[in-house]
């Protein structure tokens, strides 16, 4: 997550200071780097997926379980058993990152993918070495999981050793999760204590809740214990009507499943940002797995709004709720968002598209303009700059402009979009334009996660070799991004799709033919003329002429996503809040126990191992590659894990 840069960083008081100083450096940066890059032609394609994982521990003995905040000890074990390998262990084809919370780490390629159909084979098998990997510095009854979040996030002690949360603390101010979760890097702490004082006040996050027949007994319950935490006067104004959050944890605490491509020169690169940034929503309503937040059962499937909330560092000026103050502009959304504009000079994205507002830093746009960058591009860029850098590190105020791109980094990295185009880094030439995926929510097995990995990656090849055309007005993609939120939106909404996603002769320019569609049909066709994405992937191979073995494995992955697509295959959020409204326990009040937890989460572990086959959920597709293919954690005697730790 960002840049971990070694340095001090400043509180918000001192680094506010020096906004206009990372701002006009980092367009001097970008400056530096565009004219540097923009002439590559013909890159090679290379891509990969970043992985992040949750620990989790449970005990046997009480039928509960919680996060060992590890992660640190556990990445330190896995970077010295790497070191340790010689080059020619598989186990060297991984890299391993750390992540916003101590109960998180992150997993990618070592090595970068290459275009060749062959390598798709390999994304699986990467994926169960990560976690046969991990599995080896885990504690008897740790495991790890595939999950967005935690179902009992921000629940009384679901974080070991047990930590109390500190509402008048230095840096969240959480009364739910205490800041000891937090990552110890000094970049963590000050981007979460930073968004709270530039906003004026701690984040407020609030997601509707499931409503069941005794639902509002556990939302007395929730305003019981908060008025005990912080006081009757404190909470007033509170959606306590919701699940309600309040702090940077709950959002950056979910992991998710993200691919990067480089593109073989920066208007592929630009185009394949558009194209992606419509198919986001589509990819996340496919891949949801969050249904379940602070032991509450949400009415709404997916991360994206939770995360959204949880780094909106906009006061309230800046949302519209009071008048400005100088030097505020209305800005419509939170740094983490869906685009707001698109930035192709293709012929195919016409001004029409970029139908929202986009607000933009006039001083950066007219320097961007004054060096040549056309319109799209300058507007990208300014509207990146119209958000303060969070994390100034002291140590880097005075860069060289033409070899380093801190302060370009600073404000890119913390602009988190559901895609996110990526200027060639400073110190590395051999890396170039990239596109970022980032909108797919993490699902149990490693099949799953590879199936929809290899699916997006197919698609930018087939959007590339078959002329696909998505566009369409960008308030259209924000409105699908709306819809993907739904409970169970697979089965119960439709999207916005261009019929006419094919660019022949004649009609390469034509306005879109826009209309509501399933998910299933958007995927699979709707047998009235529209050739869904899997006949577009799979004209892409017969094209490569892929056959034999890699077609035939390929062939299972888009099989699973066209059953999982028309809902004949549940989604992970709809299968997991099945299972809560089955458990004998539930008690029809939107809650999920402890023990409830302990059962979903053990149920979890049995699929992601291949102990249990779920067929409502996968269809016999990944139960026996992961019974053939992933190692389970140490085993867990009752006598060897308690509560007390």
């Not at 495991?143 to 008048?168: D, H, M, Q, S």
């Not at 939170?334 to 001083?363: A, G």
């Not at 559901?418 to 334009?433: L, S």
């Amino acid at each position: 997550m960002g840049l971990l840069e070694a340095g001090t960083p400043m509180e918000w008081e001192e680094a506010k200071k020096y906004a206009c100083h990372v701002r006009e450096n980092g367009l001097q940066q970008f400056l530096a780097l565009y004219h540097k890059h923009v002439g590559q032609k013909d890159v090679l394609l290379r891509w990969g997926d970043e992985v992040e994982y949750f620990v989790c521990r449970m005990c046997p003995v009480d039928e509960i379980a919680w996060l060992p905040l590890r992660a640190h000890e556990i990445l330190a074990g896995l970077h010295e058993f790497a070191e340790s390998l010689p080059h020619t262990n598989c186990a060297k084809s991984i890299t391993w990152h750390p992540e916003y919370a101590q109960w998180m780490l992150e997993g990618t390629p070592g090595q970068p993918y290459r275009e060749q159909a062959e390598d798709l084979l390999e994304v699986e098998k990467n994926m169960v070495l990560r976690r046969q990997c991990i599995q080896k510095f885990l504690k008897q009854g740790e495991n790890i999981l595939t999950l967005p979040v935690f179902p009992l996030i921000g629940a009384p002690y679901f974080v070991r050793p047990k930590l109390e949360p500190n509402p008048e603390g230095p840096v969240s101010r959480s009364a739910y999760i205490p800041d000891e979760a937090i990552n110890p890097h000094p970049r963590f702490a000050t981007l979460t204590a930073n968004i709270r004082k530039r906003r004026g006040e701690k984040v407020c996050i609030s997601v509707p809740i499931y409503k069941d027949e005794n639902t509002a007994a556990t939302l007395a319950k929730q305003r019981e214990d908060l008025v005990q935490r912080l006081g009757e006067e404190a909470i007033e104004g509170l959606p306590l009507d919701s699940i309600y959050m309040d702090c940077m944890a709950f959002g950056m605490g979910a992991g998710c499943l993200q691919m990067t491509f480089q593109a073989t020169d920066i208007d592929d690169a630009r185009f394949l940002y558009d194209q992606l940034a419509i198919i986001a929503p589509y990819m996340l309503a496919l891949t949801a797995a969050s249904p379940i937040w602070k032991g509450m059962l949400a009415d709404t499937d997916v991360r994206w709004d939770v995360i959204s909330a949880s780094v909106d560092d906009r006061p309230k000026g800046e949302r519209g709720e009071a008048a400005r103050e100088e030097g505020e502009r209305l800005i419509p959304k939170s740094r983490y968002s869906s685009i707001d504009c698109f930035i192709s000079t293709s012929p195919l994205c016409k001004d029409q598209f970029n139908d929202v507002e986009c607000v933009v830093d006039e001083k950066s746009l007219e320097l961007l303009l004054k060096e040549g960058i056309d319109r799209r591009l300058a507007n990208h860029v300014a509207h990146l700059f119209i958000r303060d850098p969070l994390v100034v590190f002291r140590e880097k105020l005075e860069q060289d402009n033409t070899t380093a791109n801190d302060h370009f980094e600073n404000l890119q990295s913390t602009n988190w979009n559901t895609v996110r185009f990526k200027v060639p880094p400073a110190a590395q030439d051999n890396i170039q334009w990239r596109v970022e995926f980032r909108s797919m929510e993490l699902n149990l097995t490693d099949f799953e996660n590879a199936a929809h990995t290899v699916f997006v990656m197919l698609l930018t090849r087939a959007i590339s070799s078959e002329g696909l055309n998505f566009y369409m007005p960008i308030s259209f993609v924000d409105t699908n991004m709306k819809r993907a939120h739904s409970r169970n939106a697979i089965k119960n909404e439709k999207f916005w799709m261009r019929r006419n996603k094919f660019c022949e002769a004649g009609n390469c320019e034509a306005d879109p033919d826009l209309a509501e569609m399933t998910l299933g049909e958007i995927i699979n066709g709707d047998g009235q003329g529209f050739l869904g994405l899997n006949h577009c992937i799979r004209k892409h191979l017969d094209m490569i002429e892929c056959l034999g073995p890699t077609r035939a494995h390929i062939e299972r992955y888009l099989e699973f996503i066209g059953k999982r697509a028309s809902g004949e295959l549940l989604s992970t959020a709809e299968w997991m809040r099945q299972y809560v409204l089955a458990h004998p326990q539930y008690a029809k009040d939107s809650a999920v126990t402890e023990k409830i937890n302990y059962d979903l989460l053990k149920t979890c572990l049995d699929v992601s191992h291949g102990d249990l086959e779920a067929p409502e959920l996968l269809g016999g597709f990944a139960c026996a590659a992961s019974r053939k293919l992933t190692m389970r954690p140490p085993p867990c005697g009752a006598a060897a894990v308690t509560n007390t730790n």
